[in-house]
Protein backbone atom coordinates (compact mmCIF):
# COMPACT_ATOMS: atom_id res chain seq x y z
CA UNK A 1 0.00 0.00 0.00
CA UNK A 2 1.11 3.40 -0.66
CA UNK A 3 -0.25 6.65 0.50
CA UNK A 4 0.56 9.90 -1.71
CA UNK A 5 0.34 13.37 -0.76
CA UNK A 6 0.04 16.50 -3.01
CA UNK A 7 1.62 19.70 -1.82
CA UNK A 8 2.31 23.37 -3.54
CA UNK A 9 -0.99 24.04 -5.16
CA UNK A 10 -2.44 27.48 -4.73
CA UNK A 11 -3.79 31.05 -7.01
CA UNK A 12 -1.62 32.41 -9.10
CA UNK A 13 -1.79 34.77 -12.11
CA UNK A 14 -1.79 33.40 -15.42
CA UNK A 15 1.45 32.93 -17.16
CA UNK A 16 2.51 32.59 -13.44
CA UNK A 17 4.30 29.28 -12.03
CA UNK A 18 3.65 26.35 -9.36
CA UNK A 19 5.17 23.35 -8.54
CA UNK A 20 3.72 20.46 -6.97
CA UNK A 21 4.71 17.45 -4.61
CA UNK A 22 3.60 13.97 -4.15
CA UNK A 23 5.44 12.72 -1.44
CA UNK A 24 5.05 8.44 -1.65
CA UNK A 25 4.77 6.42 1.98
CA UNK A 26 6.56 3.73 0.87
CA UNK A 27 10.39 2.89 -0.55
CA UNK A 28 7.86 1.07 -2.87
CA UNK A 29 7.69 4.05 -4.69
CA UNK A 30 10.79 3.81 -6.59
CA UNK A 31 9.05 0.77 -7.74
CA UNK A 32 5.79 2.32 -9.54
CA UNK A 33 5.35 4.89 -12.73
CA UNK A 34 3.80 8.09 -11.17
CA UNK A 35 1.16 10.31 -13.06
CA UNK A 36 -0.32 13.70 -12.97
CA UNK A 37 -4.06 13.83 -13.14
CA UNK A 38 -6.64 16.93 -13.00
CA UNK A 39 -10.26 17.41 -12.57
CA UNK A 40 -11.73 20.44 -13.58
CA UNK A 41 -15.29 21.29 -12.39
CA UNK A 42 -17.94 19.43 -14.46
CA UNK A 43 -15.19 17.56 -16.19
CA UNK A 44 -13.82 14.19 -15.91
CA UNK A 45 -10.56 13.52 -14.92
CA UNK A 46 -7.69 13.91 -17.23
CA UNK A 47 -4.54 12.57 -18.04
CA UNK A 48 -1.72 15.31 -17.56
CA UNK A 49 1.74 13.54 -17.20
CA UNK A 50 3.00 10.59 -16.39
CA UNK A 51 6.72 9.56 -15.52
CA UNK A 52 8.70 5.98 -15.53
CA UNK A 53 9.90 4.72 -12.44
CA UNK A 54 13.73 4.96 -13.40
CA UNK A 55 12.91 8.65 -14.20
CA UNK A 56 14.11 8.01 -17.51
CA UNK A 57 10.91 8.63 -19.84
CA UNK A 58 7.85 11.22 -19.78
CA UNK A 59 4.62 11.54 -21.60
CA UNK A 60 2.11 14.74 -21.50
CA UNK A 61 -0.80 15.85 -22.25
CA UNK A 62 -0.90 17.84 -25.31
CA UNK A 63 -2.55 20.38 -23.64
CA UNK A 64 0.51 20.66 -21.50
CA UNK A 65 3.17 19.94 -23.50
CA UNK A 66 6.00 22.75 -23.56
CA UNK A 67 4.86 24.10 -20.44
CA UNK A 68 4.74 20.94 -17.47
CA UNK A 69 7.43 18.93 -16.76
CA UNK A 70 7.01 15.77 -14.26
CA UNK A 71 10.55 14.72 -12.63
CA UNK A 72 10.87 12.73 -9.79
CA UNK A 73 13.54 12.19 -7.02
CA UNK A 74 12.82 8.35 -5.42
CA UNK A 75 15.54 8.59 -2.62
CA UNK A 76 13.41 10.87 -1.33
CA UNK A 77 9.75 9.25 -2.35
CA UNK A 78 8.71 12.21 -4.11
CA UNK A 79 7.24 13.33 -7.15
CA UNK A 80 7.57 16.89 -8.79
CA UNK A 81 5.22 18.37 -11.07
CA UNK A 82 6.51 21.87 -12.72
CA UNK A 83 3.79 23.91 -14.14
CA UNK A 84 4.90 26.98 -15.99
CA UNK A 85 3.32 29.22 -18.55
CA UNK A 86 -0.07 28.25 -16.25
CA UNK A 87 -3.50 29.60 -18.71
CA UNK A 88 -6.91 30.13 -16.75
CA UNK A 89 -7.94 26.58 -18.11
CA UNK A 90 -5.17 24.65 -16.15
CA UNK A 91 -7.22 25.71 -13.03
CA UNK A 92 -8.20 21.73 -11.70
CA UNK A 93 -7.80 19.76 -8.24
CA UNK A 94 -4.33 18.25 -9.61
CA UNK A 95 -3.96 14.34 -8.24
CA UNK A 96 -0.69 12.06 -8.40
CA UNK A 97 -0.82 8.28 -9.11
CA UNK A 98 1.24 5.33 -8.53
CA UNK A 99 1.11 2.36 -10.82
CA UNK A 100 2.80 -0.31 -12.27
CA UNK A 101 1.55 0.13 -16.53
CA UNK A 102 4.43 1.81 -17.87
CA UNK A 103 3.84 5.41 -19.42
CA UNK A 104 0.26 4.77 -18.46
CA UNK A 105 -2.38 8.18 -19.84
CA UNK A 106 -5.46 6.09 -18.06
CA UNK A 107 -6.52 6.32 -14.29
CA UNK A 108 -7.40 2.63 -14.63
CA UNK A 109 -3.80 2.22 -15.26
CA UNK A 110 -3.04 3.51 -11.24
CA UNK A 111 -3.51 1.52 -8.46
CA UNK A 112 -2.98 4.61 -6.25
CA UNK A 113 -4.24 7.92 -5.83
CA UNK A 114 -3.32 11.28 -3.74
CA UNK A 115 -6.20 13.23 -2.74
CA UNK A 116 -6.17 16.24 -4.77
CA UNK A 117 -4.22 19.66 -4.27
CA UNK A 118 -6.13 22.23 -6.05
CA UNK A 119 -4.68 24.97 -8.68
CA UNK A 120 -6.29 27.92 -9.53
CA UNK A 121 -5.29 30.82 -12.53
CA UNK A 122 -6.60 34.15 -12.35
CA UNK A 123 -7.15 35.78 -15.40
Known amino acids: QVQLVESGGGLVQAAGSLRLSCAASERTFSTYDMGWFRQAPGKEREFVAT????????SYADSVKGRFTISRNNAKKTGYLQMNSLKPEDTAVYYCAAGLTRNGRSRTEYNYWGQGTQVTVSS
Open 51 to 58: ITWSGTST
